[in-house]
């Protein structure tokens, strides 16, 4: 059973760059999450998607977007980067539902 | 706002003793409860999850759930340094959808 993937590992920007990380999810899982983790905090929901359509989102600007594909993949972008969006991105997929959540092994994005 | 409340320690235990790391929140609609263990600049990892009241024991960890307190807590036996970690609570809002809110983490130290 392949897991949650995410890439890449590590990214750096500058302010006012946009970037695209990637998640495959685990097999069987239709529902993809992500979360946004400052250090010394515990993570934020950004959004989650559902059969490629957005299921819910946290409390986070339009300038974080994202994607399903209909192999449950996803992307989340982010346009116009500002410093405080330095963080660990986490994607988690899950069979939908109640079901727990499992997560990939995160993108690290520093900006600078 | 829904919150998760967690002590955020250090909380420090000797090695083969118990570990009891608390949570309480404030949604009193929420159905589902998680414990995510992460090691120092990795992912969250699931530990365990509840869905009713009372104790749900796998292994040397045991999940607790008092809804009229709206208190979850873990319990991990025999305690060994490998269990260092930060522990996360998470609670999913009323409705489920798998949109997680964390608490900040309990940090543990099991010292030999």
Known sequence: ETGVTQSPTHLIKTRGQQVTLRCSSQSGHNTVSWYQQALGQGPQFIFQYYREEENGRGNFPPRFSGLQFPNYSSELNVNALELDDSALYLCASSQGGNSPLHFGNGTRLTVT | ?112
């Open chain 2, 1 to 112: 706002q829904k919150e998760v409340e967690q002590n955020s320690g250090p909380l420090s235990v000797p090695e083969g003793a118990i570990a009891s790391l608390n949570c309480t929140y404030s949604d009193r609609g929420s159905q589902s409860f998680f414990w995510y263990r992460q090691y120092s600049g990795k992912s969250p990892e699931l530990i365990m999850f509840i869905y009713s009241n009372g104790d749900k024991e796998d292994g040397r960890f045991t999940a607790q759930l008092n809804k009229a307190s709206q208190y979850v807590s873990l319990l991990i036996r025999d305690s060994q340094p490998s269990d260092s970690a930060t522990y996360l609570c998470a609670v999913n809002e009323e409705g489920g959808g798998n949109k997680l809110t964390f608490g900040t983490g309990t940090q543990l130290k099991v010292e030999l």
